[in-house]
């Protein structure tokens, strides 16, 4: 390598901050990190902030309602909603909310996340919490999984490292779950879920710290599309304690901190098929319950 070429990559390194998923070293130059995919320009938003940032991870198995979920969180959050209010730092964490915000006053819902790391949506909003008399606030991180990476990741660990370094960084989980889909199938929801609290205690390495209290991740269990699923908005306790028994019985031994919600960004939808048989549910008009609650309770509890 000669000087120039020397000079010109001691420069590109110089003042670059380490990626915020893995701490690996990027460069000035890199729209992505090298290691995990995390895209540069969440390292830069955050690393402006000069504050440690709070990652609060949306999980859950595929059309648990994520995308939806967090586009929706996001637009409250930019409103003030229930003693938080939310700042997006970024264009980029604008695009999530635009993407949902719009499909659904379109009445229909957003495509699916693609499964490719890099085609993933992010979010960085400074949030403040007044509910208290001394106002807390939190750099607010969280990128929107696909399903389908996760549930990969859970069978052969490694395959998508940004969702494990970013579990590993992770102070409380948000774990959707789709009313309807724990009503019909309990048992497959229930050992997703299983599954993924096993891996998070796997990736924080839980069993070396014993079970302080402070040293485990808060677990917020939401059951999205309540509207579909009276027995889920009514009592979400009492609907997991039937449906979700296992997990139920795993959090209890494992994240001391854990709380149980539901939730819906419609008021009312249906399942319409057109002119080829095709069908999907479409949206009637957004109607957002209980969505503000479990990331209110996850920044007080993590």
């Given amino acids: 390598m000669s000087n120039s070429e020397s000079y010109n990559t001691a420069l590109c390194y110089q003042d670059a901050p380490p990626c915020v998923c893995c701490d690996s070293q990027m460069t000035s130059m890199?729209?992505?990190?090298?290691?995990?995919?995390?895209?540069?320009?969440?390292?830069?938003?955050?690393?402006?902030?000069?504050?440690?940032?709070?990652?609060?991870?949306?999980?859950?198995?595929?059309?648990?309602?994520?995308?939806?979920?967090?586009?929706?969180?996001?637009?409250?959050?930019?409103?003030?909603?229930?003693?938080?209010?939310?700042?997006?730092?970024?264009?980029?964490?604008?695009?999530?909310?635009?993407?949902?915000?719009?499909?659904?006053?379109?009445?229909?819902?957003?495509?699916?996340?693609?499964?490719?790391?890099?085609?993933?949506?992010?979010?960085?909003?400074?949030?403040?919490?007044?509910?208290?008399?001394?106002?807390?606030?939190?750099?607010?991180?969280?990128?929107?999984?696909?399903?389908?990476?996760?549930a990969t990741e859970l069978e052969q660990p490694g395959t998508y490292p940004a969702v494990g370094h970013i579990v590993q960084r992770t102070s409380a989980f948000l774990l959707l779950c789709d009313s309807a889909e724990v009503r019909d199938n309990g048992a497959r929801e229930d050992l997703f879920a299983m599954k993924l609290g096993s891996y998070i205690s796997q990736q924080q390495s839980l069993s070396e710290l014993g079970k302080s209290r402070d040293l485990t991740p808060a677990i917020a269990v939401v059951f999205t599309k309540s509207d579909t699923c009276p027995e889920a908005a009514a009592d979400p306790k009492r609907f997991m304690a039937n449906n979700m028994p296992r997990f139920l019985d795993y959090c209890q031994h494992n994240f001391p901190r854990h709380a149980v919600f539901s939730a819906s960004v419609v008021g009312s939808s249906a399942l319409l098929s057109n002119d080829v048989g095709g069908v999907a549910r479409v949206p009637f008009h957004i109607q957002p319950r209980g969505v503000i609650e479990p990331l209110h309770w996850a920044i007080q509890n993590s």
């Fill in 30 to 150: 890199d729209d992505y990190c090298e290691e995990c995919q995390t895209p540069a320009e969440i390292t830069q938003s955050v690393s402006q902030r000069r504050a440690r940032p709070h990652f609060i991870s949306v999980v859950g198995p595929s059309n648990a309602g994520k995308t939806v979920y967090l586009g929706l969180l996001l637009d409250m959050l930019c409103g003030g909603a229930k003693d938080l209010k939310g700042v997006p730092n970024g264009a980029f964490s604008i695009k999530l909310q635009e993407q949902v915000v719009s499909a659904l006053e379109e009445r229909r819902f957003p495509e699916k996340t693609p499964n490719e790391s890099d085609l993933w949506k992010w979010l960085h909003c400074v949030v403040t919490d007044s509910s208290q008399r001394k106002e807390k606030t939190v750099d607010f991180v969280a990128p929107d999984f696909a399903g389908e990476a996760i």
